[in-house]
């Protein structure tokens, strides 16, 4: 079994940044993929960004391209993602997530998820 344990939330003032780290309990191959979630109050769980353990393919929402970052560090099992210029919108509930294969958006094609760490950015 897969464990995601994310970290890294909190408060912080629109325009700030944040950096969210999801560490995995044990390495999964090579061909998987990480992603990143969010889920606002009232909302459905969206795409944030996603990388795979191997090579440099990422892939991002156009809500946050240009502004989030996804990266890893194969020797410590974690996955980052670095959140600049934050937004009040950018608000909810930060989810890791994991799925073998290619690069997808879909929540429902992640077969593993962490617990989730809150974002709140203040405007």
């Known amino acids: 079994q897969v464990q995601l344990v994310e970290s890294g939330g909190g408060l912080v003032q629109a325009g700030g940044s944040l950096r969210l780290a999801c560490t995995v309990s044990?390495?999964?191959?090579?061909?998987?993929?990480m992603a990143w979630f969010r889920q606002a109050p009232g909302q459905e769980r969206e795409f944030v960004a996603a990388?795979?353990?191997?090579?440099?393919?990422?892939d991002y929402a156009g809500s946050v391209k240009g502004r989030f970052t996804i990266s890893r560090d194969n020797a410590k099992n974690t996955v980052y993602l670095q959140m600049n210029s934050l937004r009040s919108e950018d608000t909810g509930v930060y989810y890791c997530?994991?799925?073998?294969?290619?690069?997808?958006?879909?929540?429902?094609?992640?077969?593993?998820w962490g617990q989730g760490t809150q974002v709140t950015v203040s405007s």
């Open positions: 990388i795979r353990w191997s090579g440099t393919t990422t």
């Open positions: 044990r390495r999964t191959n090579s061909t998987y993929v």
């Open positions: 997530a994991a799925r073998p294969g290619v690069i997808v958006s879909m929540r429902d094609e992640y077969r593993y």
